[in-house]
């Protein structure tokens, strides 16, 4: 058992937040999923067994937010990927450090905290004469609340484009230069060699690239929240991770729900877990482990 | 790539038409700050100073900004600094001892790195209101480099397996321990991805939105995510030029640390955890 004592020791403390933070919290919005906990039965609170889940496929609401994540994941992935991929081809294009200025641009977004992100956004789309969109097209209007659902699309995809953008990048560079170099003495023109020999070889990023996407945008909420906030209206642009916040945070009628917000939840935990395990098959797990370097002692 | 280099200056002007939105958005975000008012992105009405009150008063009864700025530096650098430490010592046992459940633990360590924690919230909630930590600081900056390490771990378990073996085999002969191997040897040759995962810790954290949002209540513990989105709501459209400025006050020393720290970076946010 000694030999291993000093494994233990460096795995410690990871462990113990990963317990924390990351499993504990699993199993708990199972169970909590499971009872009917809410602000007034906060300290008696009883199982329902299924019942958060029954009430989920009988809700007015389910169907309308159901479409909405649809929609949000569609047509944001499409724009990430699309978006990813063509800001990697052109800038593989450019001159290095214009490529990298451009990259870099992209990444901005990224990195500018959510709460400033979306404030550009709202000054932008504010009314005339103080917004841009307004001023540009001469039709006042608050276009986040006008066209919620371009505002979302876009925000979120500007954001997403970087990381198609970073991967597809580093795959290009990847890809042999003899292998261009034939196409072009084979007389392609630029289009062919990117349709025959580029895309081609992009296969498995672009993959990967859509199935983790995939998975984040069904779970993720944030500048959802900071822009609608599942509005304008009831549940315009409300989507399922966000209405787990809602039922659980800020419910409408100021009696927070956290069974049925764990119940929510719970099915993007089983989701979340179900895919990753899916990764883990298709994206080469064996090859990724290797042996460690032996101990001596 | 070895295609056609003569047409790149249209491939230019085609991203940068592409890109203007995104320039247009963080000029907007500057001109706004220093005016009176904004068309558009045409100040009128001059400049106006009064933008940057903030920085010396209170803003409708908050308290001063400082006090945010100082608790998300207390954030970032605390979520950083656990994270780095916690995920080189995690790595290097990976990447380096034997034990039982190896291959278990880094599988485990793979899908939490591509599981979407923020569905956990709920459940986080609830834990930290049990151990005591809700609205608290440390509290949420334990949540925060528990979400990332895996992240960490992945990224330095990679920095690990590319180090060469012979100078610890060396000093593991001489009778050093691993402890000592791993603080003297190992840390220093992994130099860059400390800093490539200590610049990504401390950018994601800084702009860190919905955790403190959940987890804190007290705006004597709130960060600059919630100050400024507490004024967002509280102030008219004629008075955008406060937001903007606080805006940028908070944006400013990402984009430099961005700067610095870019090169480290790339690869990171290739593997990175945002939608």
């Known amino acids: 058992m000694r030999r291993w004592s000093v494994a233990a020791l460096f795995l410690l403390p990871g462990s113990l937040l990963i317990v924390l933070f990351f499993l504990l919290p699993v199993v708990l919005t199972l169970v909590l999923s499971a009872t009917n906990l809410s602000t007034t039965t906060f300290s008696h609170p009883s199982w329902v067994g299924w019942g958060n889940y029954q009430e989920l496929l009988q809700a007015r609401f389910t169907p309308l937010i159901l479409k909405n994540t649809l929609k949000y994941v569609i047509l944001t992935l499409f724009f990430n990927v699309g978006m990813g991929l063509l800001l990697a081809l052109i800038t593989a294009f450019l001159p290095v450090r214009l490529g990298d200025a451009f990259r870099a641009l992209w990444l901005l977004p990224r990195i500018t905290a959510s709460v400033v992100y979306v404030l550009i956004w709202q000054g932008l789309a504010a009314v005339a004469p103080y917004g841009l969109l307004s001023d540009l097209t001469g039709n006042s209007q608050n276009w986040i609340q006008q066209s919620p659902w371009a505002v979302v699309v876009l925000a979120n995809g500007v954001i997403g484009a970087s990381f198609g953008m970073l991967l597809f990048t580093s795959a290009i560079r990847a890809i042999p230069s003899d292998l261009l170099h034939a196409a072009a003495v084979d007389g392609a023109t630029t289009w062919q060699s990117i349709y025959r020999v580029v895309l081609p070889l992009l296969r498995w990023p672009i993959l990967f690239v859509s199935a983790y996407q995939t998975l984040s945008l069904l779970t993720s909420f944030e500048y959802i929240l900071l822009l609608t906030n599942g509005g304008p209206g009831f549940y315009s642009t409300e989507v399922w991770s966000l209405s787990a916040y809602h039922q659980a945070f800020s419910n409408y009628f100021g009696n927070a729900q956290f069974g049925l917000g764990s119940a929510m939840a719970a099915v993007l935990v089983v989701i979340g877990v179900v895919v990753s395990l899916i990764y883990l098959r298709v994206f080469n797990f064996k090859e990724l482990l290797g042996e460690p370097k032996v101990e001596v002692n | ?275």
């Not at chain 2, 790539?1 to 907007?28: D, F, Q, T």
């Not at chain 2, 940057?52 to 600094?81: C, D, H, Q, Y």
Request: glycine content about 10%; cysteine-free; overall charge positive.
């Open chain 2, 1 to 275: 790539m070895g295609l056609n280099r003569r047409v790149w200056p249209w491939w230019a002007v085609l991203l940068g038409l592409l890109s203007l939105p995104i320039v247009a958005g963080y000029l907007w975000l500057v001109l706004s700050s220093l005016s009176n008012q904004m068309h558009g992105l045409l100040p009128t009405g001059g400049w106006k100073l009064q933008n940057w009150r903030f920085l010396w008063e209170s803003v409708g009864g908050r308290p001063s900004i400082w006090g945010a700025l100082s608790n998300t530096l207390i954030f970032a650098f605390g979520v950083a600094a656990l994270e780095v430490l916690i995920s080189a010592m995690t790595a290097y046992a990976i990447s380096r001892l034997r034990f039982p459940g190896r291959g278990i633990y880094l599988g485990m360590i793979l899908v939490l790195h591509s599981f979407p924690a923020v569905s956990l919230l709920i459940a986080i909630f609830y834990i930290l209101r049990l151990l005591g930590l809700f609205d608290t600081l440390i509290g949420v900056i334990l949540v925060k480099a528990a979400l990332d390490i895996p992240l960490g771990i992945w990224v330095l378990k990679g920095f690990f397996d590319g180090l060469s073996w012979d100078m610890e085999m060396a000093a593991l002969t001489d009778g050093a321990s691993r402890w000592v191997i791993f603080w003297r040897i190992a840390l220093p040759l992994v130099r860059p991805g400390l800093l490539a995962l200590g610049t990504f810790a401390l950018l994601s954290a800084w702009g860190e939105f919905i955790l403190p949002y959940t987890l804190i209540i007290s705006n004597k513990t709130w960060t600059l995510s919630l100050y400024l989105q507490s004024l967002i709501g509280a102030v008219d459209l004629t008075d955008y030029g406060l937001l903007a400025a606080v805006g940028l006050f908070y944006l400013l020393p990402v984009v430099v640390l961005f700067l610095l720290g870019q090169r480290y970076l790339l690869d990171i946010y290739g593997g990175g955890s945002k939608g």
